[in-house]
């Protein structure tokens, strides 16, 4: 499946003149200082949760609960070149559980993408991902009961243009995402 668009911009309030929305910008007074090498910036991180539910496998009756510990590292590596941008990232969230470790999950990340400087207010973007993911039964999306949560992978890849001239700017870019679904048994 292939998403063009095409769209006329005028608010430059939001945006700086490299097209980067204002929730998307550098804030140095928060942001992680990271790791130099190079010219690149590496920004590990390191996510431990802890979560209770009271009815693990989605059921009407006969609830089963059990404590979840979520354990997830992250590590983003970007260029800190003046023109053009590389960057890299790579996840994973594991999911224990203390009694049922049968549910234990474990998804995952890796992603790249780029900028290549045309002119000065014109830029091509490249992305290209995979992505392991799950969802949990009991899922509102779904519209039946499964018997163990389903697991799938997502691949996506991008390619875009920016173009701006003064006040005004031009985006054009496609997309495509592909989810591959495990076949899962359904509650009878």
């Known amino acids: 499946v292939f998403i063009f668009i ?26 992680a200082l990271g790791i130099r090498s190079g010219a690149f910036l590496i920004k590990p991180e390191l996510k431990l949760g802890q979560e209770y539910n009271d009815n693990i496998y989605a059921l009407k009756n006969n609830t089963t609960g059990d404590w979840i510990t979520t354990v997830a590292p992250k590590m983003d590596v970007g260029s800190d070149w003046t023109r053009h941008f590389l960057g890299f990232s790579a996840g994973l969230k594991g999911g224990f559980y203390a009694s049922k470790s049968d549910e234990n999950y474990m998804d995952g990340h890796v ?25 949990e039964r009991g899922d509102p999306n779904a519209q039946t009961a499964w018997k163990e949560p389903a697991t ?26 592909s989810y591959d679904f495990r076949s899962v048994d359904l509650v009878a």
């Open 111 to 135: 992603a790249l993408n780029g900028r290549l400087d045309v002119l000065r207010e014109s830029f091509l973007t490249a992305s290209a991902g995979f992505r392991r993911l799950h969802e």
């Open 6 to 31: 095409f769209l006329p911009s005028t608010s430059m309030a939001v945006t700086d003149a490299r097209g980067v929305p204002i929730y998307e910008r550098s804030r140095p007074d928060y942001d």
């Open 152 to 177: 799938y992978n997502k691949t996506n890849a991008a390619l875009g243009y920016y173009h701006g001239i003064g006040k005004v700017s031009v985006r054009a870019g496609a997309a495509l995402d």
